[in-house]
């Protein structure tokens, strides 16, 4: 049997990747609720789905299959086990009370499995249903009962695969707690992943996908900062290293800052051996080389990130894409996620064009840069590498 999925490293040949086309959930976004949300704009919704659009075509064109994480959900949500557990998470909040809770409850469970996805995505406003009751008197018509998701665009961080396991992640953020909830369903329930191993799941410590980076078989690094905990990465190692899909992790320590919320958006992988780095923490950056002798985690002292990642790799030097920007372009181009590359196969990779000079010098460097225009879809602060699931790459 062909495989359909499993990811070794950052950059062997993308076959199969799952993208969420912004949906209604990014029409809930308002100046009052955008911070919350995570959003640094109000986006104009039409013109982020073409871009998204375009985003995939180049995929396709590519040869890549695109699976998006709506169909899939729709299709997982065909089973009823999957239906009840799906209308038992999303009513699980505390600030619902039971007359709510019990009307959303028959509710949800009415609808089919479109009208349920599309719930779950993009939420439900107190002015939209009819409950009657106390609660649903004292909120405002504009309040959520379920909040929107329009952090779903980025499937990098929900989930990630480590070879041939997932591990559904455990999200930092409140109004990002809930998107695991429909990963877990769809690694559940759908039938294209009925064989895949389980390495994580969302009741453990925070780990967020944009953190880890597959630097090549067996090798992992996983930025810990905003997002996910020195207990993720723990927690992380010891899953891995109990199933076997790592011989070594990396830890590295970033800025605790929306700026560098993730490691991915300092640091992609370009090539086998090469990765792009925002210059301004190139130098600084630090890894904590974790290890195991089947029982213990062995901790390595600090050594600078190249250096730790190199040896780890069994390779001489893990080369540094060095784009000498000066600090201030390096900075605002860092902001628009010119370091969050997404690599279709060493050397070839996907790049906002916003982000011209750093494009540049990435292709003085030998690397072919497809670019992609995400003047709407930036607004959420995530480029290439985090708004895609690498499901299926070749091995490296
Ligand atoms: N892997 C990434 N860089 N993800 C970017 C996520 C952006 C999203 N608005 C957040 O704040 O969570």
Redesign the pocket.
């Known amino acids: 049997m062909t495989e359909r999925y499993g990811v070794d490293s950052e950059v062997g040949t993308l076959r199969t990747v799952m993208l969420h086309r912004p949906g209604n959930e990014l029409r809930r976004l308002t100046p009052r609720n955008n911070d919350k949300l995570?959003?640094d704009g109000i986006p104009w919704v039409g013109r982020a789905q073409d871009e998204h659009d375009a985003f995939a075509q180049v995929l396709r064109d590519r040869g890549v299959e695109v699976l998006y994480l709506h169909e899939l959900l729709i299709e997982a949500l065909g089973d009823p086990t999957a239906r009840a557990q799906a209308v038992e998470g999303a009513i699980a909040d505390l600030r619902l009370g039971d007359t709510l809770r019990d009307y959303l409850a028959a509710s949800l469970t009415s609808l089919d499995p479109g009208g349920l996805a599309e719930a779950l995505m993009a939420g439900v406003r107190n002015d939209e249903v009819r409950a009657g009751g106390l609660v649903t008197s004292l909120l405002a018509h504009e309040d959520f009962l379920i909040d929107p998701l329009?952090?779903l665009l980025?499937t990098?961080?929900s989930s990630v695969w480590i070879r041939n396991s997932v591990a559904v992640t455990s999200l930092a953020?409140p109004?990002?707690v809930r998107e695991t909830q429909l990963t877990e369903l769809i690694y559940g329930f759908h039938p294209r992943f009925a064989g895949a191993g389980k390495v994580y799941d969302h009741s453990l410590e925070h780990v967020?996908?944009?953190?880890v980076l597959a630097l090549g078989p067996g090798v992992l690094a996983v930025g810990v900062g905003e997002?996910t905990t020195p207990a993720g990465v723990e927690r992380l190692a010891r899953r891995v290293f109990a199933q076997d899909l790592a011989h070594t992790v990396l830890a590295v320590p970033i800025a605790q800052q929306?700026a560098t919320?993730?490691l991915?958006?300092v640091c992609t992988m370009v090539d086998v051996d090469a990765v792009l780095m925002y210059p301004n923490m190139a130098e600084e950056m630090r890894a904590l080389a974790v290890t195991t002798d089947g029982d213990q985690l062995h901790v390595a002292e600090p050594e600078p990130f190249l250096v730790a990642a190199a040896k780890a790799l069994g390779i001489d030097t893990l080369r540094r894409i060095d784009t000498g920007l000066d600090p201030v372009t390096a900075e605002r181009e860092q902001w628009d996620?010119g370091n969050?590359t997404l690599a279709l196969a060493p050397r070839v990779c996907i790049a906002y064009e916003r982000t011209v000079e750093t494009n540049q010098r990435l292709e003085e460097s030998g690397v072919d840069v497809i670019r992609i225009s995400g003047s709407e879809l930036g607004s959420?602060?995530?480029?290439p590498?985090?708004m895609s699931c690498p499901i299926l790459r070749d091995p490296a």
């Open positions: 995570l959003f329009p952090n980025f990098r961080d953020m109004a990002r967020e996908g944009g953190d997002r929306r919320m993730h991915d958006t996620d969050n959420g602060r995530g480029g590498r985090c």
